[in-house]
Each structure stands twice: as C-alpha cells, then as structure tokens.
C-alpha cells in the first residue's frame, strides 16, 4: 500500500511510512451509589493523526510524483542543488509555521492506494481521508546518521470542528446559528 499525502495544497515529496490515526472519545465513567461504575456515552471526540515525512535532499525512486520532480530539479542543479532543497524545505517549514501562528486550519488529504504499479492510470484507492484539520504540533529533525541530507518531520493534526454559536430569542428559540 502507498500514499499520496496533501498538506493544504503542498503534496509530501514522501509519502510516510506510517500514519497513525486516533479517534477521540469523550464518554464519561461514573460510579453509583452501589460502587458498580455505569458508561454515559457522548459522541465522539476530534480524531488526530500523527505521522513523519521527508523533505528530500535528491531523487527517489519511491517519491511521489513531487517528491520526483523535486529530486530531479535539484539533481540537475549540481553544485547548486542545496537552492532547490532550500526551496522545498522553506516552503514546508514557512507553511507550517503559518498554520500554528496564525491558527489556519488546513485540509489535509490522504489517498491511499493498492496496485502492481502505482500510476494515475493503474491503482485502486479505499479509505480515503479528505478534512480540515488544525496543526497540534510538529518538530524538525536533521540526523545525518539516520536521514543523510534529508529532513525528517514529525506532525500532529487534529480535525477541525469550528465554534458554532446561536441567537437564541427571549422564548428560548434559536433565531440564527453561526459557525
């Protein structure tokens, strides 16, 4: 299985390895007069997903088609391919840092895909994910012993469920909802 991963409009130049999905939960345990404990169910929490990707220093034959072209540009730079990669790199890192600034939410899309050959004219997809989401947090790590010149990302996100409010009328009826 693969992935063709999105974050806002910049699609990861490696798709992770692994991606974990947790689906919140806000039930509440209670104990009784009895001493016996009894579940109040509530519906469901916000669902975060967690996962590391690299920002590549040169081309890859397991990178996505962005991850490719990205690799092949700087292959042909040389001497100056580091511009490139600087490229790449900054505009991962500036997004990231608008998002958890300025406290943008983002969509984040994951297509996950089966097939012998992975093309945009061969795969199968399933379980696709397709939401808005907010950034929790995300560190940069740079490990020549385990990433070469490459640069690892770790990244939490959290679906994004904005306020909603509502003008309620002196009866007690609500009159207008915003979000």
């Known amino acids: 299985m693969a992935y063709q991963v999105f974050l806002g409009y910049l699609p990861l130049p490696i798709a ?3 991606i974990e999905t947790k689906y919140g939960n806000r039930n509440e345990t209670i104990e009784l007069i009895d001493g016996t404990e009894a579940n109040i169910l509530k519906k469901p929490g916000l669902t975060e997903i967690s996962f590391e990707f690299l920002i590549p220093h040169t081309t890859y034959p397991f990178a996505s088609l962005a991850g490719q072209v990205g690799g092949a540009i700087t292959d042909l730079m040389g001497p100056l391919s580091g511009l490139a990669t600087g ?9 990231l840092e608008r998002w958890k600034r300025d406290k943008e939410p983002f969509q984040f899309i994951c297509v996950r895909m089966i097939g012998e050959q992975l093309s945009l004219t061969n795969f199968a997809t399933f379980s696709n994910f397709n939401e808005k989401m907010v950034l929790e947090d995300y560190s940069v790590i740079e490990d020549r012993d385990q990433y070469g010149f490459d640069m690892c990302v770790r990244i939490r996100i959290k679906t994004y469920n904005p ?10 009826k609500v009159k207008e909802q915003r979000s």
């Open 16 to 18: 992770p390895a692994a």
């Open 87 to 95: 490229v790449a790199t900054t505009a991962f890192l500036e997004e």
């Open 163 to 172: 306020p909603r409010t509502a003008e309620v009328d002196k009866d007690g």
